[in-house]
């Protein structure tokens, strides 16, 4: 029940904010940038952790929390800090950018918590915003269980943010906004004066209590000895199995990205390489590879024993630490010009990017970028940097294990880039205090992500190769879809540019794309070699080519939209 000590059953987890702005020293966290793939991430990963092996709907495995609610990006840029920080958001990027992965959670993954954030969102805290918790994440949202503050949030919107003139009013807002449990002390100090002093009904205090406590029956809690439940015979042995270890080092695997592959350096051979220099301040660490909020590793592989257990290496750190003050230049020159081919094993830790922690200059940081400039002339053979070549992330226990499968061809990489890489020029005119997605010309803002974002990239957003070469050929797809409408409707006399996406108009209006060969969503389709593929890509017009406008309401836009699948592109006609 409680995880041998380690744990409870409730885990705050996972983070589905998006990763709005690269500077974020919590966007590791994050899947990413796009509403979509974080929506699908934070369901998937919801129903992960909650679903119970015995078949019951309403039983938890364990209880997840979505975090952090919502439009939470910030945490201490430039002496703005997620403390005193109001995100001042519009409607449209708050229904089509920062909500979509909580509503996803909730009604998708049927989550058991929503965490709200510190920050408030146009002037109202989100701990105490009833619109955004009663009216959003109960009420439309029909939220089957309990919403928590992020630690101490209320006592921030009242000593900090300076909201409300007394704590027991802090704590009444707070509860009747619809928050049913206080990370921290706060309401366990004020309710009952609340009460008291008539701020909040006693009523509103019971509902929040009687939340927790279902959530608490859900997972069991007082169902009698849980040695007797569907999971008590579970104990430590269950952890480090070779199962799971393997699972780790596959999830590695899968989340590395290969970016750049000039003249087919890679994979290298490991029976034609006898000498492998590995440089780099990350090359042989362990906890770096497990990022932040982390578990407790069964065991560690750094990219220097990955790279060792394949071939002869030779090592040097280049850097003391990833700030890397001084770069040992002509030591890592020495070593590369000897060997067949480098390995430079470079980027950032905790140190630079952290909760708390935002970045200014989104770089490598120090001489690392000297050290891998020396190197590279001095490197007799191919120079693999992994980060710039290879983008690993924090990669996990295994990390390095299957940093080395991809180098050498035992894996071939298949993963994409779940975020836009700026260059520095963005950041250094780009505030990361302005929420606002879209670009603004006549301000010259240049917006965000993707999605928006209208200038110049050094990698984007899905960038992401393969060792093979993929063709792409479209088996079936319409040219046009006509959307109907009621008869009277204004667009049978006047000119039309969009239709509200509204479920009446939009029944039935599924259409499939086949194609041979690629991803669809997030299912990988193993090929072998010279081998074929089908696969059916479900495109929904109503939600998959609808957009929001400024007032929040969600609108198909007619006229010709091309979808892009793979190298391939499709015209698509839609009308009324």
């Known amino acids: 029940m409680y995880n041998v000590g380690l744990a409870g059953l409730t885990f705050w987890s996972p983070n589905v904010n998006i990763f709005r702005d690269p500077r974020w020293g919590r966007g590791q966290e994050t899947p990413g940038e796009d509403p979509l793939l974080s929506s699908k991430y934070a369901s998937g990963y919801v129903r992960g952790l909650q679903q119970s092996d015995d078949g019951s709907p309403d039983r938890l495995k364990v209880a997840a929390c979505c975090k952090h609610y919502t439009a939470y990006d910030l945490d201490n840029w430039k002496g703005v800090d997620r403390f005193h920080f109001n995100a001042v958001v519009t409607k449209q990027d708050m229904d089509d950018t920062f909500q979509p992965p909580f509503k996803s959670c909730v009604i998708d993954g049927n989550v058991a918590s929503v965490m709200c954030s510190y920050n408030q969102v146009n002037g109202k805290p989100a701990c105490a915003d009833p619109d955004l918790l009663s009216g959003i994440v109960r009420g439309e949202w029909k939220l089957n269980g309990y919403i928590v503050s992020d630690c101490d949030s209320v006592d921030v919107f009242y000593n900090s943010q300076h909201y409300t003139k007394t704590p027991e009013e802090a704590a009444a807002k707070a509860i009747l906004a619809g928050l049913d449990l ?35 029956m859900r997972l069991g809690f007082f169902d009698g000895n849980p040695s007797k439940a569907i999971y008590g015979k579970l104990g430590p042995k269950d952890v480090c199995t070779s199962k799971h270890q393997e699972l780790a080092r596959e999830a590695a695997r899968q989340g590395i990205v290969l970016l750049k592959n000039s003249k087919g350096s890679l994979p290298l051979s490991p ?27 069964c065991k560690y592989t750094t990219p220097l024993q990955g790279l060792t257990a394949l071939v002869a290496t030779t090592y040097l750190p280049g850097c003391s630490n990833a700030a890397c003050g001084t770069a040992q230049i002509d030591e890592a020159k020495k070593i590369a010009a000897a060997a067949d081919a480098t390995v430079l094993i470079v980027g950032i830790d905790q140190s630079i990017e952290a909760e708390g922690r935002d970045r200014v200059n989104i770089q490598l940081p120090g001489q690392q970028p000297l050290l891998i400039t020396e190197v590279a002339k001095a490197s007799k053979g191919n120079v693999i940097l992994v980060v710039i070549i290879l983008w690993v992330g924090y990669p996990g226990e295994a990390g390095g294990a299957a940093i080395a499968d991809v180098i050498f061809g035992f894996y071939n990489p298949s993963g994409r880039l779940p975020m836009t890489w700026y260059p520095q020029s963005y ?25 928006f974002y209208t200038g110049e990239t050094i990698y984007t957003f899905g960038d992401g190769l393969s060792y093979t070469q993929f063709n792409h050929h479209l088996v079936q797809a319409p040219k046009s879809v006509s959307i109907p409408i009621e008869e009277g409707h204004s667009c049978h006399s006047s000119k039309c540019k969009s239709v509200d996406a509204v479920q009446e108009s939009c029944q039935n209006l599924a259409f499939d794309i086949h194609l041979r060969k690629h991803l669809l969503g997030f ?43 793979g190298n391939l592109k499709h015209s698509l006609n839609v009308r009324i």
């Open 271 to 297: 029976t034609a390489i006898k000498t492998l220099a590995v440089i780099g301040p990350n090359a042989n660490v362990t906890k770096t590879m497990i990022g932040n909020y982390e578990g407790t590793p």
């Open 182 to 216: 206080n990370c921290g002390s706060f309401l366990g100090q004020h309710t009952e004066a609340a009460v008291k002093g008539g701020l909040v009904d006693e009523s509103a205090v019971d509902k929040a209590v009687s939340n927790n406590f279902a959530t608490l």
């Open 523 to 565: 299912e990988k389709v193993f090929v072998t070699a010279k081998a074929k593929a089908l696969v059916r890509f479900k495109v929904d017009v109503c939600k998959d080519l609808s957009i929001v406008d400024e007032l929040g309401t969600r609108k198909v836009a007619l006229g010709l939209h091309v979808l892009h699948v």
């Open 427 to 451: 950041v250094d005119k780009v505030p990361m205090t302005n929420m606002n997605m879209r670009p603004d010309p006549a301000s010259g803002y240049p917006g965000r992500t993707y999605r």
